[in-house]
């Protein structure tokens, strides 16, 4: 099994989402997340002050699958996701030993299915 945790653009969240259905994600976890990369925040202005903003504000996708759905999980997020402005996130891909499905007790396949 592998983990891909992708940070994205927020504005991406529901073509990621519906693409990873389409090849048959059944399910995510999807977490509000701020932080910088090479971008180190913007400025911006409110009420004609101008302030730094260090912390950007993305969405963190986690999902879990079967080790031979890995690759077609980052391409199509990757396509997904992709906007070609600096910003559009990171994709990691993690090995998980085991998983357990808390009501059942199932594991490793069974639990992820």
């Known amino acids: 099994m592998k983990k891909i945790e992708a940070i994205i653009q927020p504005s991406r969240l529901t073509a990621v989402k519906d693409a990873l259905n ?14 910088f990369g090479r971008q180190k925040g913007h400025r911006e202005v409110y009420r004609g002050a101008e302030y730094q903003v260090d912390f950007v504000s993305k969405i963190k996708v986690e999902v879990v ?12 997020i990757q396509e997904m996701a992709f906007t070609g402005r600096v910003g559009d996130g990171k994709i990691f891909v993690l090995p998980v030993a085991d998983a357990v499905r808390v009501r059942t007790g199932e594991r490793g396949r069974g639990a992820i299915s």
């Not at 389409?22 to 932080?35: L, S």
């Not at 699958?65 to 199509?76: P, R």
């Open 22 to 35: 389409g090849i048959g994600v059944r399910g995510m976890t999807v977490t509000e997340v701020r932080g």
């Open 65 to 76: 699958i079967e080790a031979d759905l890995a690759d077609q999980v980052v391409k199509t």
